[in-house]
């Protein structure tokens, strides 16, 4: 079978993915990132998973299908990528690609979450690719001691507004609950779980003698809608995956074993994370005073935003003197990811840099932005409740 390239994965990252979290100065698995971010760290990231950065190679063969370089491909936040040249070649050759992605419902989403979504559907839209998404509900109840099976249903209900709210296209998106569409999944999850060895998901996602059986074995039910689109279309299918790069070590072990079951490797295209408010690691649910969420009101996200750490001096008059430090600023990163332009966000930098811009200006167009796309936004999520039907995963997928 015609695939994508063969190197092993897992075996390519296996030791020095622990070396990287030995080194206590950054972690990065599916469950946790701490940390300062940095852009240097998405580098050794790269070095470190054995991923492969966006080329200008790449970005030209993209830009020759879609028309125009994404702002968010034009600003890094899509950094790397596993076989996207492949994926986009078989495209060229006729064989279209579906989309994977999805949503651990452990809390409300917040914007952070948004980016890799509407880029998501800026490539259905474009390559008006089919898209699953699945919603992890079984991984969430099972890493959280805390999380009861009550506030996990009603986070994937509360979730799944926002997807619809991104924009998708119904007729192109099914939505998939693990614990609801689970028939669907179990027969390609132990396919894929009688392949990966116990001492591999240890090298790979961190697993101790302390960590329940249910996360053990729940790996290959995030790795069988990749092979999902295969099933349905009865025949070896492409897809992509567009994530934060956290959600890498699935795609590994994924990538490992699916020649061996007569599928394609999955393509990622990879993101950076949007820092926290208080810029010490990721935006988190976990730490809802320094996220904003979409069902955040718009007062209190203009409270979060007005509190923000920034990379300004202390005083006014030192930051006049010596500028602020756009390069580890959230505020910053907000608004050049989110709102800002090329030109604007450039302008930005060299007028915070040189101490012509002082940080309340900055916060204050941040949290105009974010407010007005806020209100937006859950207005589209209101609307989302009459259309979770039409976007359901069911047996007629499959025919
Ligand atoms: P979850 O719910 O942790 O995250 C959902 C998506 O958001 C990305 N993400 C972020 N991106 C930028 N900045 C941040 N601060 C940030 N925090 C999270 C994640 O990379 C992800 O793309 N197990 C998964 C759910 C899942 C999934 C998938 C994700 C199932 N299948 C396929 C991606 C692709 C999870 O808990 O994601």
Redesign the pocket.
Same mark, same amino acid.
């Given at each position: 079978m015609d695939s994508s390239p063969h190197h092993q994965d897992t075996n390519n990252i296996d030791s020095s993915f622990d070396n990287y979290q030995d080194n206590k100065e950054i972690i990065v698995t599916?469950w946790e990132v701490s940390g300062e971010i940095e852009d240097r760290m998405y580098i050794k990231l790269i070095e470190k998973f054995g991923t492969q950065g966006l080329s200008q190679d790449l970005i030209e063969k993209f830009r020759k299908l879609t028309g125009e370089v994404h702002p968010l491909i034009k600003s890094q936040y899509f950094f790397s990528h596993r076989d996207l040249d492949w994926l986009l070649t078989k495209y060229e050759n006729g064989d279209p690609f579906y989309l994977?992605?999805?949503?651990?419902?452990?809390g409300f989403i917040?914007i952070?979450?948004i980016?890799?979504w509407l880029f998501t559907k800026y490539l259905q839209d474009k390559f008006g690719s089919k898209l699953l998404f699945?919603f992890?509900d079984d991984? #969430?109840f099972l890493y959280n001691p805390r999380a009861t099976r009550e506030t996990i249903s009603k986070y994937t209900a509360e979730n799944i507004l926002d997807i619809i709210a991104i924009g998708f296209q119904p007729n192109l998106t099914r939505i998939i609950i693990d614990t609801q569409h689970i028939n669907y999944l179990y027969p390609i999850a132990t396919e894929i779980a009688k392949k990966i060895t116990f001492s591999t998901a240890k090298a790979v996602f961190g697993f101790t003698n302390t960590t329940n059986l249910g996360m053990i074995g729940f790996p290959p039910i995030?790795a069988a809608?990749c092979f999902l689109p295969s099933i349905i279309e009865k025949k070896p299918t492409p897809v992509l995956?567009p994530?934060?790069i956290?959600?890498d070590p699935?795609w590994r072990i994924t990538r490992d074993i699916a020649v061996k079951l007569g599928f394609y490797k999955p393509a990622q295209i990879h993101?950076?994370?949007?820092?926290s408010l208080s810029r010490i690691s #990721?935006?988190?649910s976990s730490k809802p005073e320094t996220a904003i969420f979409t069902t955040d009101e718009p007062e209190i996200v203009e409270k979060k935003v007005l509190s923000s750490f920034t990379g300004g001096q202390a005083t006014i008059s030192l930051q006049k003197k010596l500028g602020g430090n756009a390069d580890i600023c959230p505020v910053y990163a907000y608004l050049r990811y989110f709102f800002d332009n090329e030109k604007e966000s450039l302008e930005r930098y060299i007028r915070c840099k040189s101490g012509n811009l002082l940080c309340g200006e900055c916060k204050s167009d941040l949290a105009d932005n974010t407010k007005t796309f806020i209100i937006d936004f859950k207005r589209k999520r209101e609307k989302a409740k009459d259309k979770v039907k039409d976007f359901m995963f069911d047996e007629k997928c499959l025919q």
């Open positions: 599916p994977y992605t999805g949503r651990g419902p452990s917040h952070g979450h980016l890799p699945q992890t991984e #969430k995030q809608p995956i994530a934060a956290d959600q699935y993101s950076k994370f949007l820092p #990721k935006m988190s």
